[in-house]
C-alpha cells in the first residue's frame, strides 16, 4: 500500500526522515511537498483551495493512503472536495480544525491570532519558536527540539508569503462537514501529549503513549507501525 506523507505549518518532508529505518514492507512510504517547500514552486499569494488542488492533483493519487500531519493533516481533509478521495486519511496530530476554543486544552483562536500578529513582526523569530513548542509534548522535548533543528537547520523551509498563507489556512478551515459525511474512512492518530490538540481530539484518536506533536521524533518505530497498521486495514 502506498502511503502519502504530508507535512505541516514550516516543515518540509524530511521530517519524515526518522521513520526510514522502521518502515515494514507492507507499505510503500512517499514524502509529498506542499507548494512552496523544498523544491516545489510556491503557489500566488492568497491562492485558493482549488489551485491547490489543481497543483496537488497527480502526486495525492486515489489508490493510495494519504496521512497528513497536523496543517499537512487540515489540508489533505480540505482537498476531499476537490480531488478523488484515497482508499483512507490518517490525521496525525490534527482534528477537525485546528484550534478549539471549548476551553478543552489545545490552541484557542486568539492564541492563533496572537502567533499570527508575531509572525507578521519578526517572521524568523516566530517560525523558531513554533519549532520549540511543538516539541513540549514529547518526553524530551530538549532532545525533540535538537532533532528537528537537526533536520531542518535554521532557517524556514519556506518563503515568508506561503507561511502566512499556511497560517491563514491554519486560522480558517473547518472539516467538520467531512467528518460528518466522509468520502473516505478518516482515521485519528495522536501523541498522548500533544499539547497543540484539544483534549476531546486526543480521546478520539487512536494514541501515541508518551509522544507529543512530533512521534516521527519520540516514537519513530511506534509510528512507522501504527500508520502501516492502519494502511494495510484500509478498504480497497
Known sequence: M???LLSGWGIDSRIWQPLKAHWPNTVEPITVE???YGVSPALPASARLAALAERMASQLPSDAVWVGWSLGGLLATALLDHLPPP???????????????????????????SFQRAFRRDAMATWRHFLR??????????EAH????????????????????????LATLDNRAHFAAPPCPIHLLAGAQDPLLPNRTRQQASRLEDAGHCPMLSRPAQLAARLAEQATQAPR
Open 2 to 4: 502506498k502511503l502519502i
Open 34 to 36: 506542499w507548494p512552496g
Open 87 to 113: 482508499h483512507a486519511l490518517i490525521l496525525l496530530g490534527i482534528g477537525q480544525r485546528f484550534y478549539d476554543d471549548a476551553e478543552d486544552g489545545g490552541v484557542t483562536s486568539g492564541e492563533l491570532a
Open 133 to 142: 513548542w511543538q516539541c513540549q509534548g514529547e518526553p524530551n522535548a530538549r
Open 146 to 169: 535538537r532533532q528537528l533543528s537537526g533536520l531542518l537547520g535554521d532557517a524556514p523551509c519556506a518563503d515568508s508569503a506561503t507561511l502566512a498563507q499556511g497560517l491563514t489556512w
